[in-house]
């Protein structure tokens, strides 16, 4: 499955953003990460693709939300109050099969196997 995200920009702290996802095919479980330079990659969001139980990093908890429109194919990341260190590449990711311990790995990289290409978030203070 090939993933395309898109939505990123530059704003302002406190303004908005919004960050969809669209695959090519069937996903079980879809994730939104983020990387700022000389960081590691981290977990941000993530849910099943029948919907169900979402699941945030404590980080965003409350300011962003992640859905999904199952007709598009796409999740989306709705990121509100932004911060400055909100700032870093967000990557989408996918996993195509199901497992059963999704609720306890479901903010490790490893569990997903496509990626997509990144999309730049810029929040200035």
């Known amino acids: 499955v090939q993933l395309q995200a898109s939505g990123g920009g530059l704003v302002q702290a406190g303004d908005s953003l919004r960050l969809s996802c669209v695959a090519s095919g069937r996903f079980f479980y879809m994730g939104w990460f983020r990387q700022a330079p000389g960081k590691e990659r981290e977990f941000i969001a993530a849910?099943?693709?029948?919907?169900?139980?979402?699941y945030y990093a404590d980080s965003v908890q409350g300011r962003f939300t992640i859905s999904r429109d199952n007709a598009k194919n796409t999740v989306s990341l709705q990121m509100n109050n932004l911060k400055s260190e909100d700032s870093a590449v967000y990557y989408c990711?996918?996993?195509?099969?199901?497992?059963?311990?999704?609720?306890?790995?479901?903010?490790?990289?490893?569990?997903?196997?496509?990626w997509g290409q990144g999309t730049q978030v810029t929040v200035s203070s």
């Open positions: 849910m099943p693709g029948s919907g169900g139980t979402t």
């Open positions: 990711a996918a996993r195509t099969n199901r497992i059963l311990y999704y609720s306890s790995t479901y903010n490790s990289t490893a569990l997903y196997a496509y």
